[in-house]
């Protein structure tokens, strides 16, 4: 039913807490009455009075839903009969909800006889109620009462909501913070300051200062220096040494403010903390990482192990150009003064102007070799490996042309070859049956599904081969997903169903199998510490939906195949990330479009553009193509700073940039992508049947791919002479080895590491015996 003054525009108020000065929009009001009557009529013609917009709902689950749409501010229940509805229930049922917790609740109560000893409050309060209304249908006194509740508990709670925002700028701010009472009780510490300090905050909130480890590197009388000042309500700076949880000293720049409240009484301190950097070399590489935007690391070998495959400088060429040499000094590029002069500069561009400015001073054979350093990075692919040598091996190249290319091959001339559209058929299902219970075959599997060695065969088997539906309910409900999006559990119910039923169950690898094993494997990983301590909730349930919905509607076919025969999804996307783009669009298309299925109908704009972008880019980051940029990324910015951290380099600072929102988002790339092609770190029996699964949709590709006269983009793939042990050698060599060690480096994956070692010892055994058998002379 429309609000009375539905047509009526109704200005916004503006609110002020502290220096926040706020915009509070029409109050909404929920009137919750089986039936018409004079009280709900008072209560209607009161709202608009007042100017609040109004909804009435006659049952408690309309009561329910029209609630979790809009989020009123008052809720009005009719406790005055139990006939239609049990209003204690109703009330509980929506307390039960996250946005109730803004919300007052009334309860009407009917008017009692004189006869009779007024009625406890206790019990409304108990299920929630905040207050009690004696029936009475006089608009005035209905308005009276709004008026009341809007100016005090609304306004209020109001105020409490606007705080968010200051506790989401704490929690993401870079510096740490930590909030105590006047008695110096640790009440919240942000979480730059557990990074620092090395503990979480559960080990700290509730705890005295004094309980604390204190370094011995402060003179003795500088807590009492400090304390005098801050109980005096002055505020105090300087230089304090620190004790973290690991035992080590480190030297922070401290601000202490006292907080005036009520009184002119001392409330809370607050404390900002940076770690000071006073030794020359500090100066020396913080003043590095100022002058080159902290971007100028491109190594492309791995963190920890040398890079398997075979790289050259051609010193040769660089020596023998000696002869040329002292026209070098003289020989500089023209467009430099103007790079220089450059208001906005990129990266790369502050890396050459290093390099340039280091070549003045260098000896001839350095300022050579840096050229020819220089020319490398004027290429515009700098992470993509340079291919395509004699001594290549066939099953390397085959995978690279194959997964890392747009797939345009020449077939003669200039003449690029396409046939007709390959369409894609999409299984849109009626809206299936709410599954109320999980039958015990399948809740007892997944009982096993926070362990790595979880089978997800068999849940494909006991499940008919709907493994998503289930293991996602799940894993969802470890990670309180419902509960962040303010979703119920029904409607998460759907949009798995809808999601899963756009999986292709005829393909060989691509099916909804692999979406749920990439799923197992991203929760995994977000279960570890250091992942865990990395990102936020948001994060999490951003990448948890990015690997249920990453490769929806795969067609069993590579965007090379795709590319190379026209399709409608390569001309869509201009053949760029063909698929990566098509799943991610497919996936908020499907989810949108129905309000049963629509998990992000309950959330805000803003926590909606930024959960839709992070799903985005983690979808995205699963195209091959910008594999080894994602993976040295990752190593530069998180792995080579940790590593500074732990080997105990002279710097006490914080590895740069760690945990910035930017490398946050490596992370989740770089989780995504491990979870991605995570079979080979499975244990063997799983690895075994996953490069069966995948060999046969290549398999298939090749096949249609000669029937159509197509460019063949994997020719090893040929289920006739294909060598499976070759192909996984070679995969796990090229593609997965350096990516592993980085996250293991990061991540802590002993388990995954061991089993990736006996998988590749299995494949080499294979592979041996089978050139062993081919080697050896015939019978005859």
């Given at each position: 039913m429309?609000?009375p003054?539905?047509?009526?525009?109704?200005?916004?108020?503006?609110?002020?807490?502290?220096p926040?000065?706020?915009?509070?929009?029409?109050?909404q009001?929920?009137?919750?009455?089986?039936?018409?009557?004079?009280?709900?009529?008072?209560?209607?013609?009161?709202?608009?009075?007042?100017g609040?917009?109004?909804?009435?709902?006659?049952t408690?689950e309309?009561?329910?839903?029209?609630?979790?749409?809009?989020h009123?501010?008052?809720?009005?229940?009719?406790?005055?009969?139990?006939?239609?509805?049990?209003?204690?229930?109703?009330?509980?049922?929506?307390?039960?909800?996250?946005?109730?917790?803004?919300?007052?609740?009334?309860?009407?109560?009917?008017?009692?006889s004189?006869?009779?000893?007024?009625?406890?409050?206790?019990?409304?309060?108990?299920?929630?109620?905040?207050?009690?209304?004696?029936?009475?249908?006089?608009?005035?006194?209905?308005?009276?009462?709004?008026i009341?509740?809007?100016?005090g508990?609304?306004?209020?709670?109001?105020?409490?909501?606007?705080c968010?925002s200051v506790?989401t700028?704490?929690?993401?701010?870079?510096?740490?913070?930590?909030?105590?009472s006047?008695?110096?009780?640790?009440?919240?510490?942000?979480p730059?300051?557990?990074?620092?300090m090395?503990?979480?905050?559960?080990?700290?909130l509730g705890?005295?200062?004094?309980?604390?480890?204190?370094?011995?590197?402060?003179?003795?009388?500088?807590?009492?220096?400090?304390n005098?000042?801050?109980?005096?309500?002055?505020?105090?700076?300087?230089v304090?040494?620190?004790?973290?949880?690991?035992?080590?000293?480190?030297?922070q720049?401290?601000?202490?403010?006292?907080?005036?409240?009520?009184?002119?009484?001392?409330r809370?301190f607050?404390?900002?903390?940076?770690?000071?950097?006073?030794?020359?070399?500090?100066?020396?590489?913080l003043?590095?990482?100022?002058?080159?935007?902290d971007?100028?690391?491109?190594?492309?070998?791995?963190f920890?192990?040398k890079?398997?495959?075979k790289?050259?400088?051609?010193?040769?060429?660089?020596?023998?150009?000696?002869?040329?040499?002292?026209?070098?000094?003289?020989?500089?590029?023209?467009?430099?003064?103007?790079i220089?002069?450059?208001?906005?500069?990129?990266?790369?561009t502050?890396?050459?102007?290093?390099?340039?400015?280091?070549?003045?001073?260098?000896?001839?054979?350095?300022a050579?070799?840096l050229?020819?350093?220089l020319?490398i990075?004027?290429?515009?692919?700098?992470?993509?490996?340079?291919?395509?040598?004699?001594?290549?091996?066939?099953?390397?190249?085959?995978?690279?042309?194959?997964?890392?290319t747009?797939?345009?091959r020449?077939?003669?001339?200039?003449?690029?070859?396409?046939?007709k559209?390959?369409?894609?058929s999409?299984?849109?299902?009626?809206?299936?049956?709410?599954?109320?219970?999980?039958?015990p075959?399948?809740?007892?599997?997944?009982?096993?599904?926070?362990?790595?060695?979880?089978?997800?065969?068999?849940?494909?088997a006991?499940t008919?081969k709907?493994p998503?539906?289930?293991?996602?309910?799940?894993?969802?409900?470890?990670?309180?997903?419902c509960?962040?999006?303010h979703?119920?559990?029904?409607?998460?119910?759907?949009?798995?169903?809808v999601?899963?039923a756009?999986?292709?169950?005829?393909?060989?690898?691509?099916?909804?199998?692999?979406?749920?094993?990439?799923l197992?494997?991203?929760?995994?990983?977000?279960?570890?510490?250091r992942?865990?301590?990395?990102?936020?909730?948001?994060?999490?349930?951003?990448?948890?939906?990015?690997?249920?919905?990453?490769?929806?509607?795969?067609?069993?076919?590579?965007?090379?195949?795709?590319?190379?025969a026209?399709?409608?999804?390569?001309v869509?996307?201009?053949?760029?990330?063909?698929?990566?783009?098509?799943?991610?669009?497919?996936?908020?298309?499907l989810?949108?479009?129905?309000?049963?299925?629509?998990?992000?109908?309950?959330?805000?704009?803003n926590?909606?553009?930024?959960?839709?972008?992070?799903?985005?880019?983690?979808?995205l980051?699963?195209?091959?193509?910008?594999?080894?940029?994602?993976?040295?990324k990752?190593?530069?910015?998180?792995?080579?700073?940790?590593a500074?951290?732990?080997?105990?380099?002279?710097?006490?600072c914080?590895?740069?940039g760690?945990?910035?929102?930017?490398?946050?988002?490596?992370?989740?790339?770089?989780?995504?992508?491990?979870?991605?092609?995570?079979?080979?770190?499975?244990p063997?029996?799983?690895?075994?049947e996953w490069?069966?699964?995948?060999?046969?949709?290549?398999?298939?590709?090749t096949?249609?791919?000669?029937?159509q006269?197509?460019?063949?983009v994997?020719p090893?793939?040929?289920?006739?002479?294909?060598?499976?042990?070759?192909?996984?050698?070679?995969?796990?060599?090229?593609?997965?080895?350096?990516?592993?060690?980085a996250?293991?480096?990061?991540?802590?994956?002993p388990?995954?590491m061991q089993?990736?070692?006996?998988?590749?010892?299995h494949?080499?055994?294979?592979?041996?015996?089978?050139?062993?058998?081919?080697?050896l002379?015939?019978?005859?």
């Amino acid at each position: 039913m429309d609000p009375p003054n539905a047509g009526q525009q109704v200005s916004s108020a503006e609110v002020r807490i502290g220096p926040m000065r706020l915009t509070q929009d029409p109050i909404q009001v929920l009137l919750i009455f089986a039936k018409e009557d004079s009280q709900s009529d008072g209560f209607w013609w009161a709202c608009d009075r007042a100017g609040y917009s109004c909804n009435i709902a006659r049952t408690p689950e309309s009561a329910l839903e029209c609630f979790l749409d809009k989020h009123h501010e008052i809720i009005v229940i009719d406790h005055r009969q139990t006939r239609n509805f049990d209003a204690e229930a109703v009330c509980r049922s929506i307390r039960a909800t996250n946005p109730s917790e803004h919300a007052v609740i009334l309860a009407v109560v009917s008017q009692t006889s004189s006869n009779y000893e007024e009625a406890s409050v206790l019990p409304l309060l108990h299920a929630g109620f905040n207050r009690r209304f004696m029936e009475n249908s006089s608009i005035i006194a209905c308005y009276n009462e709004l008026i009341q509740i809007e100016h005090g508990e609304v306004l209020s709670q109001f105020k409490l909501r606007a705080c968010n925002s200051v506790f989401t700028a704490l929690d993401h701010c870079h510096e740490a913070i930590e909030i105590t009472s006047d008695d110096h009780v640790i009440q919240y510490v942000n979480p730059a300051f557990e990074r620092m300090m090395g503990y979480h905050k559960g080990e700290l909130l509730g705890k005295e200062l004094a309980e604390l480890p204190k370094s011995d590197k402060n003179r003795a009388d500088l807590l009492d220096t400090i304390n005098t000042c801050i109980k005096k309500g002055k505020e105090w700076q300087g230089v304090y040494y620190a004790r973290r949880k690991s035992g080590d000293s480190i030297q922070q720049h401290v601000k202490i403010t006292p907080v005036i409240g009520q009184g002119g009484k001392i409330r809370h301190f607050v404390s900002l903390k940076k770690l000071c950097c006073t030794t020359d070399k500090n100066k020396q590489i913080l003043k590095i990482h100022r002058d080159s935007g902290d971007n100028s690391q491109t190594e492309s070998h791995s963190f920890r192990y040398k890079n398997r495959r075979k790289e050259s400088v051609d010193v040769k060429s660089i020596s023998s150009r000696g002869s040329d040499a002292p026209s070098l000094q003289n020989r500089r590029y023209p467009s430099m003064a103007r790079i220089h002069s450059m208001t906005i500069e990129a990266p790369i561009t502050k890396v050459i102007n290093i390099i340039n400015a280091a070549q003045e001073n260098s000896p001839v054979t350095v300022a050579e070799a840096l050229d020819r350093v220089l020319e490398i990075l004027r290429t515009t692919e700098l992470y993509s490996p340079q291919l395509g040598t004699k001594d290549e091996d066939p099953h390397t190249s085959d995978l690279v042309g194959g997964l890392m290319t747009d797939g345009l091959r020449r077939l003669s001339g200039n003449e690029y070859v396409f046939t007709k559209n390959v369409h894609q058929s999409h299984s849109h299902l009626a809206m299936p049956v709410t599954i109320n219970d999980v039958p015990p075959s399948i809740a007892q599997l997944l009982d096993n599904e926070e362990s790595w060695e979880f089978n997800i065969f068999e849940l494909e088997a006991v499940t008919h081969k709907r493994p998503l539906v289930y293991l996602g309910l799940k894993v969802f409900s470890r990670f309180g997903v419902c509960e962040f999006l303010h979703c119920s559990e029904t409607t998460l119910r759907a949009w798995l169903q809808v999601i899963e039923a756009n999986y292709h169950s005829s393909n060989a690898y691509h099916n909804s199998t692999h979406a749920a094993d990439v799923l197992h494997a991203t929760a995994f990983f977000l279960g570890k510490e250091r992942v865990k301590g990395s990102l936020d909730q948001l994060d999490e349930v951003a990448a948890l939906i990015a690997a249920t919905v990453h490769d929806v509607d795969h067609p069993g076919r590579t965007n090379s195949f795709l590319c190379n025969a026209g399709s409608e999804l390569a001309v869509l996307y201009n053949d760029t990330a063909v698929l990566e783009s098509h799943h991610t669009a497919l996936a908020f298309q499907l989810t949108v479009k129905d309000s049963k299925c629509n998990i992000f109908k309950n959330i805000d704009r803003n926590h909606y553009r930024t959960l839709r972008q992070a799903i985005i880019d983690m979808v995205l980051a699963t195209e091959m193509t910008k594999h080894f940029e994602h993976v040295n990324k990752f190593v530069n910015s998180i792995n080579k700073p940790m590593a500074a951290e732990i080997d105990g380099s002279d710097c006490e600072c914080s590895p740069p940039g760690k945990n910035f929102p930017e490398n946050q988002t490596l992370i989740k790339r770089m989780m995504i992508k491990c979870a991605d092609v995570a079979n080979p770190c499975r244990p063997l029996d799983l690895c075994i049947e996953w490069a069966g699964r995948i060999s046969e949709e290549y398999f298939a590709q090749t096949d249609e791919e000669k029937r159509q006269g197509l460019p063949v983009v994997m020719p090893v793939f040929d289920r006739n002479t294909c060598s499976i042990p070759k192909s996984q050698i070679s995969f796990i060599d090229y593609f997965i080895t350096d990516m592993f060690d980085a996250w293991d480096a990061f991540a802590h994956l002993p388990t995954l590491m061991q089993h990736l070692a006996d998988n590749y010892k299995h494949w080499k055994t294979l592979d041996d015996l089978k050139c062993k058998s081919l080697r050896l002379p015939s019978d005859s």
